[in-house]
């Protein structure tokens, strides 16, 4: 169970879960490098392996440091619970097989990272498990698309490229009506959106983006909100309401009821990570631990640059269109401001007059900024979709995901503002200088 004696995400970030080490007096989290953990006796050992009593037996399943990090980040979300696994994607493939089984299927908005979609629409179809795809801009698409198989709903709080908020109140509120659990990836949105106090049952993070913070780890994390009744619904699922032969016939709604509202998180650690594996390691845990104690004080400086360079970039001449939730109007910028709390997150899409031409160029005069896949790090970093994460794709399906040639990616790092801006201008002046010039000729 969380940590609930604070509320403060600063305070949270530093201090729930953890408070020095029993047996050394160690303040910093220790790296728990063991793979197994002494028993104290034969019962203790049969106490652990029946579930009867809690603790460490295997660091597939459970080590002192994931723990940590586990605690701290279900604080954070004001959640329950949490499960900490190798990697955002191993993340999301749970809280979807934790609740599907072959034939089942979820309802997921359209807008996704590009692992998530891949995962969806190929390989969860391999075992049996549909993904239908909506547009979020109606949440009522949700219930449409809805039949007594589906399990859950699934979108993202941030977007990109698109950057338009996901209405995640009145989506969840439409769901908890007909018994439907909201799982929100809140990857890009840490600290200025809670999804579940807007009625998302389940939150994942890729702890390697804002969590980690320094492009130092691979990880992902799962927190329950212990806010949904899964037995209401005993009949929509199954996995937590039908005897599970793996232990003894136990029906995990029942079986952890005296733990508190975790048969969800249980379930997926006792059974998933058990049997398929991906635990982070103990050494991931402790760096995941490091970025997200600063994480609160980041996001600040994040949001604070990411507004700033977004003005900037709409007053410069050689940026046809700046996409961010600062700028936005309409039921978009109404959905961000419902949503999102102390900030607009720190990713900028941008297009620049000239196209695709202009975007790699602009990508290859860039000084400062880095060219990477990545995104979250303190340090500001770039990319050009059309060439590299979206090339794959047609012209025509890139321009359904929001990605047009021109378009560029950034992610505001902490620097000063003064260097971001210098960086972005002298790069926009070497992409787009010669197709302005030519333009006015
Ligand atoms: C990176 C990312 C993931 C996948 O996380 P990994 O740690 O790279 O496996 C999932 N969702 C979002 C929004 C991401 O940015």
Not at 282 to 304: D, K, S, V, W
Not at 391 to 417: F, M, N
Not at 418 to 437: E, V
Request: contains cysteine.
């Amino acid at each position: 169970m969380s940590d609930t004696t604070w509320t403060n995400p600063e305070t949270i970030a530093l201090h729930a879960g953890w408070r020095a080490d029993p047996s050394t007096g160690s303040v910093a989290v220790p790296i728990h490098q063991t793979t197994s953990f002494q028993f104290q006796d034969t019962g203790h050992a049969a106490r652990l392996f029946a579930l009867q009593e809690l603790g460490m037996i295997y660091t597939r399943i459970m080590n002192p440091t994931v723990d940590v990090l586990e605690k701290r980040v279900a604080a954070l979300e004001g959640g329950v619970a949490a499960l900490a696994v190798g990697s955002g994607q191993a993340a999301t493939t749970f809280t979807v097989m934790n609740l599907c089984e072959a034939g089942d299927n979820i309802v997921s908005s359209t807008d996704l990272y590009g692992g998530t979609w891949n995962l969806f629409a190929n390989t969860l179809k391999q075992f049996g498990i549909e993904v239908r795809f909506v547009d979020p801009a109606d949440p009522q698409n949700f219930v449409k698309a809805t039949d007594d198989r589906t399990r859950a709903w699934y979108a993202e709080t941030l977007p990109n490229p698109k950057l338009q908020v996901f209405p995640i109140a009145e989506v969840a509120a439409l769901g908890r009506k007909i018994g439907i659990p909201l799982i929100m990836d809140n990857t890009a949105a840490p600290v200025i959106c809670q999804p579940l106090k807007l009625g998302a049952a389940i939150v994942m993070h890729s702890t390697t983006k804002w969590i980690g913070g320094h492009g130092t780890a691979i990880g992902g994390v799962v927190v329950d909100g212990g806010n949904f009744d899964w037995e209401a619904h005993g009949d929509r699922f199954p996995t937590l309401n039908k005897p599970d032969p793996s232990y003894h016939g136990a029906v995990w709604t029942q079986a952890v009821k005296p733990l508190g509202p975790i048969a969800y998180i249980i379930r997926m650690r006792t059974c998933l990570l058990r049997d398929i594996g991906a635990p982070l390691a103990p050494m991931n845990a402790f760096l995941a631990i490091q970025g997200l104690e600063t994480l609160p004080l980041r996001m600040e400086r994040h949001n604070a640059n990411a507004l700033k360079a977004a003005a900037f970039l709409a007053g410069h001449p050689g940026v046809e269109k700046v996409i961010h939730p600062s700028l936005m109007e309409g039921e978009p910028k109404r959905r961000a401001d419902a949503t999102l709390k102390g900030g607009y997150g720190s990713l900028i899409g941008i297009e620049l007059k000239g196209g695709k031409d202009a975007g790699q160029r602009f990508i290859e005069a860039l000084k400062m900024f880095y060219h990477v896949a990545n995104i979250g790090d303190a340090r500001s970093l770039a990319i050009h979709p059309a060439t590299t994460t979206h090339s794959q794709l047609d012209e025509q399906e890139q321009a359904a995901s929001g990605v047009t040639p021109g378009y560029v990616r950034l992610s505001i790092g902490i620097e000063h503002i003064d260097d971001i801006l210098a960086d972005l201008d002298q790069a926009l002046a070497a992409a787009t200088g010669p197709g302005l010039k030519a333009a006015a000729e």
